[in-house]
């Protein structure tokens, strides 16, 4: 059996390569797109596509679909997984840090939708899944853009699976708890960086990647005719 191109963004590190990895033992081809290709050739797995895509560039992203679709065919799975999380208090917080949030983590996402799912419609299968976040169930005090971005992913994600379904599409969300990648290395006040990272530690670093992607796998895994549309996964000892 020839098994379908699964797309990944933000492929390169945390949760996006734990994707990569399964999904290639799996034996599927793969479409790996990120910011830094080097981080995506690393990774050195095989029928792997990589591409130099930010994920705001909606035509970048479109164009290295259809590339990867031409050499192995069409898209059967795309994870939507690129994300960017600025911590910072909304009062102080410099806002060129809300734009980017909601350009990488909420247009990201749907530039990816844009991607496929015309042509997962038109086949009548396909998979997407949007990486969201607990912080896109409730709210966290300093995590209020990050928050809003998460829960727009979740609403997006509904609504378009909505539409998606009598076209036999399925699109689904996953939303993890605390997981020590890159993630929180990135926040800019380093009050706030510590802080955050002091929640992950008195987690051991909360979950693995390789948990997330197994959720992942297990949405994807189902028969074509079972969605699982959220999944909400966490550290046991996480409590909020
Ligand atoms: P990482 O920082 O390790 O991964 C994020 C990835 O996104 C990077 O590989 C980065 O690659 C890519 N990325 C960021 N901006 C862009 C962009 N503009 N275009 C393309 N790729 C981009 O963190 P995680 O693996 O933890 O995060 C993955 C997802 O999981 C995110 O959506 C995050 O919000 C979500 N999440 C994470 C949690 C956690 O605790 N870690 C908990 C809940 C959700 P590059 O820089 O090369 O572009």
């Known amino acids: 059996m020839t098994l379908g191109l699964v797309v990944i963004t933000g492929a390169g590190s945390g949760f996006g390569a734990a994707c990569?990895?399964?999904?290639?033992?799996?034996?599927?081809?793969?479409?790996?797109l990120g910011r830094r290709t080097d981080r995506l050739e690393a990774l050195g797995l095989p029928r792997a596509v990589t591409g130099a895509v930010d994920v705001t560039d909606r035509a970048a992203f479109a164009a290295a679909v259809a590339g990867a679709e031409a050499t192995y065919g069409p898209t059967d799975l795309l994870v939507n997984n690129a994300g960017v999380m600025l911590t910072g208090d909304p009062l102080t917080q410099d806002p060129?840090?809300?734009d980017r949030m909601i350009d990488v983590n909420v247009r990201g996402v749907l530039n990816g939708v844009h991607a496929v799912l015309p042509g997962m419609a038109e086949r009548g299968r396909g998979t997407?899944?949007?990486i969201s976040s607990i912080a896109g169930r409730k709210t966290f005090g300093p995590n209020a853009i990050y928050c809003a971005t998460k829960f727009?992913?979740?609403?997006?994600?509904?609504?378009?699976?909505?539409q998606a379904a009598p076209h036999g599409v399925r699109?689904?969300?996953?939303?993890?708890?605390?997981?020590?990648?890159?993630?929180?290395?990135?926040?800019?006040?380093?009050?706030?960086?510590?802080?955050?990272?002091a929640a992950e530690a008195s987690l051991e670093g909360g979950l693995t990647a390789?948990?997330?992607?197994r959720a992942v796998a297990y949405v994807y895994r189902q028969p074509q005719n079972v969605c699982i549309r959220e999944i909400v996964l966490a550290d046991t000892n996480q409590v909020a």
């Open 96 to 98: 060129a840090e809300w």
């Open 128 to 130: 997407v899944v949007n």
């Open 20 to 32: 990569a990895r399964l999904f290639a033992e799996d034996g599927h081809p793969l479409l790996l």
């Open 210 to 213: 390789d948990d997330v992607a």
């Open 171 to 197: 699109v689904s969300v996953i939303a993890p708890g605390y997981a020590a990648t890159e993630l929180s290395s990135h926040i800019t006040d380093p009050d706030t960086r510590a802080a955050y990272q």
């Open 152 to 162: 727009a992913v979740h609403a997006a994600t509904e609504a378009i699976r909505e």
